[in-house]
Nanobody, 122 residues
């Protein structure tokens, strides 16, 4: 069982940066692939980024490549999403997710956080 708690959302101007954090709990969370998804009003939830349990491989949606960076810190039990050069189109609720399978995570992760709001003003 893995529980996920996100933090770090907020309001930022276009071109600015935010760092989201996800604090997983559960003794085996380090074996899980971790990821971030987002859902904008009136739109379906979409994949943003994922990282393998070892941290050795990452995947990104095309829309965020070069601007967002996912990372994990085992010592701090935290997964991060560093978001730079934010655009109004990045406005959404961002969700942390976890799954034992790195490939399945992108489509249908087993565990979800409650979400944190990110709003980018133009």
């Amino acid at each position: 069982q893995v529980q996920l708690v996100e933090s770090g959302g907020g309001l930022v101007q276009a071109g600015g940066s935010l760092r989201l954090s996800c604090a997983p709990s559960g003794r085996t969370w380090k074996r899980y692939a971790m990821g971030w998804f987002r859902q904008a009003p009136g739109k379906e939830r979409e994949f943003v980024a994922s990282i393998r349990s070892t941290g050795s491989i990452t995947h990104y949606a095309e829309s965020v490549k070069g601007r967002f960076t996912i990372s994990r810190d085992g010592a701090k039990n935290t997964v991060y999403l560093q978001m730079n050069s934010l655009e109004p189109e990045d406005t959404a609720t961002y969700y942390c997710a976890a799954d034992e399978n790195f490939d399945i995570l992108r489509a249908d992760p087993d565990y979800w956080g409650q979400g944190t709001q990110v709003t980018v003003s133009s």
